[in-house]
């Protein structure tokens, strides 16, 4: 499927006509080169390109401004590590980006020594492995990995959810695998039981039998470690025909189209998220939610404010570097975010990152499927 | 629920999917009977039907009787297009049997790539409703009125198969080529229009299991070939030109398949699939109701 795999989509010209102005007014002469590496098409397709609306958003906004213009080149990874590498390949060898926005672990975990050769710098808004942490010096993620994850909503299950038996439905994948001993080790320290772990292959799309395995062991709550927003659709969907009621946990990658699309039977699945709130009062929120919603007729999701926040985020070391006078490499902005960045207000709230291994903080929130939509249900710190 | 009855729920779902099996390899063992063709288009057919089937449905709005007539136009239509303008000019330049498979697989990564371009990749699903609730209820058996349906459908169809090839002019034809096609063109027989006919019905038969995935697990059209490949191993298994044995084979692996997650990861499931394959091979190569040659 070459010609889908391979799509190049090269953004940012729709705002052209602002960036010929502001070059002339305001002396512009640098572009500013922008890798989006992320599945445009596939089972994470829609949840990519909804991804992308945000980062869209912010480079028209900067290259509105005038003051820089960013060009940004998508690449269409579709989850997968081969097509990751080629699309980071293409985006470092022929683009020569120094900075490539990414996620999904297996497309991280491909690229990250990629990355550290090439001195390309990766940010992610979703890669939730804990695998990943110290991936590379030239990765950081502004996503939380699930074992932080798991070590909020796990109690919250218990406690809040009156979650005694746990199943576990481990993809077999780098993420799955991770993020699977997280949860066996936090249930383990809860001191509760851990009723059966079932696993599937990422292609899968008939669940029936690791689901009447799992149903037969009367969980109160089924963990779903899959990052595909179309296999949890199915995993849900299936387990609903076969007369599951009971709850679904998850995480952030848990809130996509594709789990709406299954209407009544998506409701009591509940899952972690990044705080986001879109009647937040603060200036930077307030103005992403009023642009992203005059632009698209419809309020922004978390996945969109955090893409928002990775080119805000790369424009403002940009920009440091621009006032320097230091050139935008990798290196140079490794160098930038690692001594002036410790901390980031976005539109998503506030980052505290780790340098040390890649990771970061952010308050986190539960959330569950609502009248056919995705909504906070408790905060979690 | 206990240990045995989840085996017997895990039988029970297997013998849903092996139905299912049994209804794809169906159309790909009468073409390889009849026609000597391996058709391995045969994936491409059932896409071609479903999401004909999903395109009425789902963007044409029209009803199920209207979407499955239009699936159904859809299957015959592709799979009478390879056999006459594909298959057909390379028979009568004397194409070999590997020659004709490797055409075969050409076409499935075509029209596998041009579904892919109409649909996208992600493929179709649909949701079953009202079907998916219990024939019986407060049984702890898991087996829902859509799954009564699969079975019932799959009896039907291979009644209707066996009906056509043993009690009409047209299937006696069917028969005669299989048999011997030198003694059958003496004979009168036109075989050209047989053959064309064995192409129609063999991409009709394409729907039944094309609508059970669709309302199932989804339809996506990268699993053209290894729809074909299951469908392949189905006859393989049950034997050439063996409508029985399409039945079995397809229950038998279907049932294998499921069964096995009673005490193994359901990761490694289609491994029993080509475990079987390769057990029978050695001591049945003929396949379990086929005819020593």
């Known amino acids: 499927m070459t010609m889908i795999d391979r799509r190049s989509v090269v953004l940012g010209l729709s705002a052209a006509p602002f960036l010929t102005r502001g070059a002339v007014s305001q002396g512009v002469s640098t572009t500013y080169r922008l890798g989006f590496l992320m599945p445009l098409t596939g089972g994470s397709g829609k949840l990519g390109q909804m991804m992308l609306e945000g980062s869209q958003l912010a480079v028209d906004e900067i290259n509105a401004e005038g003051s820089r213009k960013i060009e940004l080149i998508a690449e269409d990874s579709q989850a997968l590590a081969k097509n990751g590498i080629d699309g980071f390949r293409k985006l470092a060898e022929v683009d020569k980006v120094p900075f490539v926005i990414t996620g999904w672990t297996a497309v991280v975990a491909a690229i990250a020594p990629l990355a550290t050769e090439s001195k390309v710098y990766l940010l992610s808004a979703s890669s939730a492995s804990p695998a990943l942490r110290s991936v590379s010096p030239y990765f950081q993620s502004t996503w939380m990995f699930d074992d932080e994850t798991v070590r909020l909503i796990l109690p919250y299950a218990a406690q809040k959810l009156n979650v005694a038996k746990l199943g576990l439905l481990t993809e077999v994948s780098d993420l799955g695998a991770a993020l699977g001993a997280s949860i066996k080790k936090e249930w383990s320290r809860l001191g509760k039981e851990l009723s059966i772990e079932e696993s599937f292959q990422s292609k899968e799309t008939n669940f029936r039998p690791s689901l009447l395995k799992i149903l037969a062991t009367k969980p109160d709550a089924i963990y779903n470690t899959s990052s595909n927003g179309k296999l949890s659709a199915q995993v849900v969907r299936q387990a609903r025909e076969l007369g599951y009621e009971g709850i679904f946990l998850s995480y952030g990658a848990f809130e996509d189209p594709e789990i709406l699309a299954i209407g009544q039977k998506a409701e009591k699945c509940f899952y972690t998220s990044p705080t986001f709130d879109t009647t937040a009062r603060n200036e930077t929120t307030r103005k992403f939610v009023d642009a992203f919603t005059r632009k698209h007729s419809r309020p922004p999701n978390i996945h969109q404010a955090n893409h928002y926040d990775l080119v805000q985020l790369f424009s403002a070391v940009a920009a440091n570097l621009a006032r320097e006078k230091a050139p935008l490499t990798g290196q140079a902005f490794r160098t930038e975010l690692t001594s002036k960045f410790p901390t980031y207000d976005g539109a998503a709230g506030r980052y505290r990152f780790n340098f040390a291994d890649g990771s970061v903080m952010r308050s986190t929130v539960v959330k569950t499927v609502k009248d056919g939509a995705f909504v906070k249900i408790a905060d979690l710190d | ?293």
Request: hydrophobic share 60%; proline share 3%; charged share 10%.
């Open chain 2, 1 to 293: 629920m206990t240990s045995s009855m989840l085996l017997l729920n895990l039988i029970v779902d297997g013998v849903t999917l092996g139905c299912i099996y049994s209804l794809i390899a169906i159309g790909f063992s009468l073409l390889w009977w009849i026609a000597g063709i391996v058709h391995i288009a045969h994936g491409a057919t059932m896409l071609a039907g479903g999401f004909a089937l999903f395109a009425a449905l789902e963007m044409g709005g029209a009803g199920l009787s209207v979407a499955l007539l239009a699936g159904l136009l859809g299957a015959v239509a592709l799979g009478v297009i390879v056999e006459i303008f594909m298959y057909r000019p390379l028979l009568n330049r004397g194409t070999d049997e590997m020659g004709i498979l490797t055409a075969s697989l050409g076409a499935l990564i075509f029209f596998e790539y041009a579904i892919t371009i109409a649909f996208g990749p992600e493929g179709a699903t649909l949701d079953a409703g009202g079907l998916r609730t219990p024939v019986i209820q407060g049984l702890p058996l898991v087996f829902d009125r859509f799954s009564a349906l699969i079975v019932c459908v799959t009896l039907l169809t291979f009644l209707a198969l066996w009906f056509l090839l043993a009690k009409t002019q047209i299937g006696r034809e069917m028969r005669a080529i299989a048999s011997n096609l030198d003694l059958a063109e003496v004979l009168g027989i036109n075989i050209r229009l047989v053959q064309v006919y064995a192409a129609a019905i063999a991409a009709a038969l394409c729907l039944p299991p094309a609508a059970f995935l669709l309302f199932n697990t989804g339809l996506v059209p990268s699993e053209a070939l290894h729809v074909v490949l299951v469908a392949s191993v189905v006859a393989i298994l049950g034997g050439r030109g063996s409508l029985l044995g399409a039945l079995v084979a397809g229950l038998l692996i279907g049932v294998a398949e499921s069964a096995m997650t009673w005490r193994f990861a359901a990761g490694w499931r289609q491994l029993i699939t080509f475990s079987l394959l390769y057990v029978l091979l050695l001591v049945r190569p003929q396949g379990l109701f086929g005819e020593r040659v």
